[in-house]
């Protein structure tokens, strides 16, 4: 842990405060909820940044080629925000480092979206292949900052392999909670090899959480799932970069898949305090795209937020297995201040919006492909007009979750109507001439 009196003039410009503003909490404090059983937000003095933060400030720090030696201030994609962020030590920072990542577009995806300008911002080339690294970087920082004994967290994948090799950068050991058998085998390898002591529940992802969120309390162990409002501090530095990258002139939509909803409250909370600074001079809309067999967001969306449901998750895309999302007061006033939206979409429409992004040579896994099956459907239904620019969201690469790739292409997916399945032939140049022959003449 940092000598107190660094802790403190490090911590001393932010605090930890309530969403319905009314309570308040040093940045310093380990604490989840407020003592009414709130979330929390990371609270900056969005007056005092005004005069310090500009797009100047953030432009100069971009460096394209980062050197031997990480400077987390310029070769992060993440600490480049810092102010926006977490204005730690930058000699306490534990940084990959991560973000920086690419907007892709290819125009067979915007015309299967049915827009003319779509771009895909591929967050499953971070470090260890998701968004995730980008709030992990900011929780364990806090982590070592707090003086942690060690971090723990309820996954379905991503953020138990993220949180494992941040740890394992800090020296911090790592707690994974799992559903059992309900994780991709790339994203359990992850946390297997990065050292992550690894507990499988016998339950889903949100007994996991119950769980996780009773050892740490009862064992002063650090938590680092979204409920952690520390980690979704980083996961807004994705927005920023978007904003960046479009010369701070915002996106008409920013479109992402929706499971524990973190980015989505991440998203909005950017994107009101970009606008607050001047940054921008107007708000992108969000939409948040739902697995149907996991929409319990969606369907509270429909009445209005009068209900909040729940529901006992099932979709193929594992990322977003989610019936209890904890950040779902955050996501609400995210869609509130943005004029955002919600949708489900089904898992044969996620696949085979997986097929067609996969084809492109860009790639994903499941989850990700939410964001544009979503984005179709908003278009198809009107919501989105084909003449306005749409970001969607890739959280997670495509060897995240390959088993669910090959069955598509292997014959296993029911209605795969982009697969491109395998064919056996004879050892003969004849027989493999023949096929390649007759693939050419497709192609063509």
Not at 5 to 25: F, G, M
Not at 182 to 191: D, R, T, V
């Amino acid at each position: 842990m940092l000598h107190e009196k660094t802790l403190n003039e490090a911590l001393a410009t932010i605090s930890l405060r309530s969403i319905d503003e009314q309570e308040s909490y040093p940045a310093g404090q380990i604490r989840y909820l407020s003592d009414s059983g709130l979330l929390l937000d990371v609270a900056h003095d969005l007056d005092a940044l005004r005069s310090t933060v500009t797009r100047e400030l953030f432009d100069q720090r971009v460096r394209h080629a980062p050197g031997p030696k990480i400077d987390p201030v310029t070769d992060s994609g993440v600490w480049r925000y810092r102010e926006l962020i977490l204005p730690a030590p930058v000699n306490s920072i534990v940084s990959r480092p991560e973000g920086n990542t690419p907007l892709y577009e290819h125009p067979c995806m915007s015309e299967w979206v049915g827009v003319n300008s779509l771009y895909l911002k591929h967050e499953g080339e971070n470090p260890t292949g998701s968004f995730k690294d980008r709030g992990m970087t900011v929780g364990v920082t806090q982590a070592v900052l707090m003086g942690a004994q060690a971090v723990a967290c309820a996954s379905t994948g991503n953020t138990s392999a993220s949180m494992a090799a941040y740890a394992a950068r800090a020296g911090i050991p790592a707690f994974v909670f799992i559903p059992a058998g309900k994780i991709a085998a790339g994203k359990l390898a992850q946390a297997l090899a990065y050292g992550a002591h690894t507990l499988q529940v016998n339950g889903d992802f949100d007994d996991a959480m119950r769980l996780v969120q009773q050892v740490c309390e009862q064992l002063g162990i650090y938590l680092l799932n979204s409920l952690n409002p520390f980690r979704l501090e980083g996961q807004k530095s994705i927005v920023f970069e978007i904003l960046q990258g479009f010369d701070w002139n915002p996106p008409d939509w920013i479109v992402l898949p929706g499971g524990n909803l973190g980015n989505t409250a991440a998203f909005g909370k950017a994107l009101h305090e970009a606008h607050t600074l001047g940054l921008i001079d107007h708000l992108p809309r969000l939409a948040t795209i739902q697995a149907e067999g996991a929409s319990p967001f969606y369907q509270s969306y429909l009445t209005q937020f009068a209900e909040h449901k729940s529901m006992k998750a099932n979709t193929v895309a594992t990322a977003i297995s989610i019936g209890n999302p904890v950040s779902y007061e955050r996501a609400i006033r995210a869609l509130k201040w943005t004029n955002g939206v919600s949708i489900s979409v089904t898992d044969e429409e996620i696949m085979n919006a997986k097929a067609l992004i996969d084809s492109t040579g860009i790639g994903c896994e499941p989850a990700s492909a939410a964001s544009v099956a979503g984005a179709r459907k908003l278009v198809d239904n009107g919501t989105i007009s084909p003449d306005e620019t749409v970001v969607g969201i890739l959280t997670g690469n495509l060897l995240k979750d390959p088993t669910a790739t090959v069955d598509y292409h292997t014959g296993k997916w029911p209605n795969a109507k982009l697969a491109n399945q395998p064919v056996r032939v004879e050892p003969t140049l004849a027989a493999v001439q023949t096929e390649i022959e007759r693939r050419l003449s497709k192609a063509h």
